[in-house]
Each structure stands twice: as C-alpha cells, then as structure tokens.
C-alpha cells in the first residue's frame, strides 16, 4: 500500500469515526432508558477518541456524508436504537461473503499497513474495539424483550390467515368477498390471540402480561392488514393475482422480520427464514387445494 492508499484509507476510518459519532449522538437523543442513554453516549466518546487519532495521522477535519447520518437516526426511531447502531458496526465489520468488497480488502491492507507503521495502533485498537462490542451487548431495548409476543403474532398471521386467505381464493372467486371474510376473521383472530397472550402472560406471573399481548395483537393486526391490500386494492374478479401478491407479500414480511431479529439479537438468518416459508406456503397451498375440492364437491358457484 503506498503513501495515496494509505492516506485514503486513513480518511476513510476517520470519516467513519466521526459518522457512528454523530449516529450515536443523534440516537440517544430520543432514548429514554438512561443506562442505555449514557451507554450510545459513551460510544459516541470512544468514535471521537479514535477520530482524533486519525486526524494527528491526516493533519485535518472531514464531515461524514450527513444523509447516511441521518438515515440510521430515523432508522433507531422507527424500528429501535439497538438495531440501528448494531447494523451500522455490522456494515463496517462485515466480512461473511466470500467476494470481498474493495471497502473490505481496504481495510484488511489499510489496518496491516497502519499497525506496521504506527504499531501503537493495535494494542489500542483491538481493545477499544472488544470493549466497544461489548458495550453494544449491554444495550437492553424494551421492544426487543417482546419479540417473542411479535414472532408469535407474526408466525400465526403468516400461517393461519395466508392459509385462509389462499383457500378463500378459489372457493369465494371475489375479491370483496375475500376481504369482507378476511377483514371478519382477521380482526376476531387479534382480538383471540391478544388475549389468550394476555391469560398466558398472567398465569405465568409476569407483570408485562398486557404488553406481551399488545406487541402480539399489534403483529398480527400488521400482518392481516398486509396481507388483504392486494384483495382490497385490485378489481374484483382478479382474485388470482390478488393470491400470487399476498404471498409474495408473505415472503417480504418473512424476510424483513428474520432480518431485523438476526441483527437485533444476533441471530441466524437463513435457517428460521427457511423454516418460515416452509410452513406459511405449505399451508398457504393446502388451503388453496381445500377450498377448490370443498367447491367442487358442494357444487357452491359465489
């Protein structure tokens, strides 16, 4: 690596310094818990610390592109600060796919080629690191202690009313039909699965026995929603395309969730969305085989 590369890959870890600075700033401005509070705080110190190291190294300040900055902000908003700031280390650290990215192969060359000329530098390094993931353990989000309620309202939504939704298809041949059954079904199963969650949560002597349902209710209520638009928003006799787009909207939904739970609570991806689709279109398909036998044996013609 020659004196060009070095310097940019110097300016390339510094700007990242200052831009998980500025994430965790922005973050902890809306969390509430003070533990968790002070802990993206005390991140947002440590990114300003090795900023400056490399800003000794380079002789002079840069700015983070601010739109990236202000995304991952929105980003803990909308689906929790211990998501967002785990997902901005993994972007950085990331090295499972086997084409590594030039970003990648920069890094390995950048951090072999700054340890050789400033060996002060690793000692440093590997241990503000191991205690900056390990602060980043501590994060403890109130929504990520319910995504056991979530997983459960999602599993059985995606499961029970895609199956249903799939035999309706052929059995009813309406769009309105299936939406006025789908809105019926949908709204007594959250209300259902709400409250047994409730009972359950009670009977075990939690105190949060009213929050676990609310997450489930809300999960399955999202998932219904999702899953009738296509039979809401397209004409009526177009109940075929209506199918194929709620199960492919079953597959987003599927996908997004693992996602957000793999980054989360550092968890396996491919395995539990492999499991997940398995079930929801085994059942989706046997549920769409019923309701067109069930229709021809009963001579029923919606």
């Given at each position: 690596?020659?004196?060009?590369?070095?310097?940019?890959?110097?300016?390339?870890?510094?700007?990242?310094?200052?831009?998980?600075k500025?994430?965790?700033?922005g973050?902890?401005?809306?969390?509430?818990?003070?533990?968790?509070?002070e802990?993206?705080l005390?991140i947002?110190r440590?990114?300003?610390?090795?900023?400056d190291?490399f800003?000794k190294l380079t002789?002079?300040?840069?700015?983070?592109?601010?739109?990236s900055?202000y995304?991952y902000?929105?980003?803990?908003?909308?689906?929790g600060?211990t998501?967002?700031?785990?997902?901005?280390e993994?972007?950085?650290?990331s090295?499972?796919?086997?084409?590594?990215t030039r970003?990648?192969?920069m890094?390995e060359?950048?951090?072999?080629?700054?340890f050789?000329r400033h060996?002060e530098f690793?000692?440093?390094?590997?241990e503000?690191?191991?205690?900056?993931l390990?602060?980043?353990?501590?994060?403890?989000e109130?929504k990520?202690?319910?995504?056991?309620?979530?997983?459960?309202?999602?599993?059985?939504?995606l499961?029970?009313?895609?199956?249903?939704?799939?035999?309706?298809?052929?059995?009813m041949?309406?769009?309105?039909?299936?939406?006025?059954a789908?809105?019926?079904t949908g709204?007594?199963?959250?209300?259902?699965?709400a409250s047994s969650e409730?009972?359950s949560?009670?009977?075990?002597g939690?105190?949060?026995?009213?929050?676990?349902?609310?997450y489930t209710g809300?999960?399955y209520?999202?998932t219904?929603?999702?899953l009738l638009?296509?039979y809401i928003?397209l004409?009526?006799?177009?109940?075929?395309?209506?199918?194929?787009?709620?199960l492919?909207?079953?597959i987003?939904?599927?996908a997004?969730?693992n996602?957000?739970?793999?980054?989360a609570?550092?968890?396996?991806?491919?395995t539990?969305?492999?499991e997940?689709?398995?079930?929801?279109?085994?059942?989706?398909g046997?549920s769409f085989?019923?309701?067109?036998?069930?229709?021809k044996?009963?001579g029923?013609?919606i």
């Open positions: 690596m020659d004196d060009r590369q070095f310097m940019e890959y110097l300016k390339f870890m510094q700007v990242n310094e200052i831009r998980e500025l994430i965790c700033e973050i902890a401005k809306s969390v509430k818990n003070k533990q968790d509070k802990t993206l005390h947002a440590q990114e300003q610390v090795h900023y190291l800003k002789k002079q300040d840069v700015r983070p592109n601010m739109f900055v995304w902000i929105l980003m803990g908003k909308i689906l600060y998501f967002a700031v785990k997902l901005m993994i972007h950085l650290l090295h499972e796919t086997e084409k590594k970003k990648q192969l890094l060359e950048g951090n072999q080629e700054l050789r060996p690793e000692k440093l390094f590997a503000e690191v191991e205690h900056e390990k602060m980043i353990q501590m994060i403890d109130e990520l202690k319910y995504v056991g309620s979530m997983v459960l309202g999602l599993n059985d939504a499961v029970e009313f895609s199956g249903s939704l799939a035999g309706w298809s052929f059995a041949q309406s769009n309105r039909m299936i939406t006025l789908g809105l019926i709204i007594s199963a959250t209300l259902s699965m409730y009972l949560a009670k009977n075990e939690r105190e949060d026995a009213l929050k676990s349902s609310g809300i999960a209520l999202f219904v929603v999702a638009l296509p928003l004409p009526d006799h177009q109940f075929l395309s209506a199918l194929i787009i709620m492919a909207i079953v987003l939904i599927i997004g969730f996602y957000y739970i793999s980054v609570r550092n968890e396996k991806f491919s539990k969305f492999r997940m689709i398995l079930v929801s279109l085994s059942v989706a046997v085989l019923i309701g067109l036998l069930v229709k044996i009963l029923i013609d």
